[in-house]
Nanobody
C-alpha cells in the first residue's frame, strides 16, 4: 500500500524559501508512468495545484507558481521535494503531496502539513 508523508518546517519567514519533503513508502516514485504532485490549500480557499514531477523526472509547474517553484526528487530515498522561494504571508497554507498529475486525478494524498509564513 502506497503511503505519502509530508515533512518540513511549519514556520517560514517572509522572503525566505519554503522547503518540504514528501516521503513515499510502499511504492516507487519511478514506477512506470507515475506523477507526483504538490498541492496546497490556503485558509478559506480551495485546493491549488503547484506542480508535479513524473517517474521520468519531468517537471511541470502551474503558471501561478512557475517563477519561484522547484520540484525535485531523490530516488535513493524514494522522496520528492518542493521549494517555493520568496514566500509571503499569502503562501500560508496546508501543503499536500499526492500521487497524480492534477487535483482531480490524484488518487493518494499525504495527510498535509501546515506552513505559516510570518515574521
Amino acid at each position: 500500500q502506497v503511503q505519502l508523508q509530508e515533512s518540513g518546517p511549519g514556520l517560514v519567514k517572509p522572503s525566505q524559501t519554503l522547503s518540504l519533503t514528501c516521503s513515499v513508502s510502499g511504492g516507487s516514485i519511478t514506477a512506470y508512468y507515475s506523477y507526483w504532485s504538490w498541492i496546497r490549500q490556503p485558509p478559506g480557499k480551495g485546493l491549488e495545484w503547484i506542480g508535479y514531477i513524473t517517474s521520468s523526472a519531468i517537471t511541470v509547474y502551474s503558471p501561478s507558481f512557475e517563477s519561484r517553484t522547484s520540484i525535485s526528487r531523490d530516488t535513493s530515498k524514494n522522496l520528492f521535494t518542493l521549494q517555493l522561494s520568496s514566500v509571503t504571508p499569502e503562501d500560508t497554507a496546508v501543503y499536500y503531496c499526492a500521487r497524480g498529475g492534477t487535483v482531480f486525478s490524484a488518487t493518494l494524498w499525504g495527510q498535509g502539513t501546515q506552513v505559516t509564513v510570518s515574521s
